[in-house]
Nanobody, 125 residues
Framework: VQLQASGGGLVQAGDSLRLSCAAS????????WAWFRQAPAKEREFVAT????????DYADSVKGRFTISRDNAKNTVSLQMNSLKPEDTAVYYC???????????????????WGQGTQVTVSS
């Protein structure tokens, strides 16, 4: 299984970025997907999730209204559109996959089966 995240970069506050995660080696539609992020000296934190069929999404309070998660089952990709970026959004962003029907809190990293390698997002003030 490989999850390849891309799209990170250095931007200014207020700018936008779109992260993508390309998955291979698994049946994409059997998984729900999420993005987490980790800033230096901080724990990995939940950002957003989309259900296995795309019918539902949820977001951390800190990104609601600014970030949008989406999935494309035909292309085996999950994306994170990030608008109105803030310096506090600076972190390494990871995509992750959890099997359908796995029970537990989707905001917990422990629930996830596979992780991408991460992509750095840096927002300057």
């Amino acid at each position: 299984v490989q999850l390849q995240a891309s799209g990170g970069g250095l931007v200014q506050a207020g700018d936008s970025l779109r992260l993508s995660c390309a998955a291979s080696g698994l049946t994409f539609s059997n998984y729900a997907w999420a993005w987490f992020r980790q800033a230096p000296a901080k724990e990995r934190e939940f950002v957003a999730t989309v259900s296995w069929n795309g019918d539902s999404t949820d977001y951390a309070d800190s990104v609601k209204g600014r970030f949008t998660i989406s999935r494309d089952n035909a292309k085996n990709t999950v994306s994170l559109q990030m608008n109105s970026l803030k310096p506090e959004d600076t972190a390494v962003y990871y995509c992750s996959a959890r099997r359908r029907f796995r029970i537990g809190s989707y905001s917990s990293p422990l629930l996830y089966d596979y992780w991408g390698q991460g992509t750095q997002v840096t927002v300057s003030s």
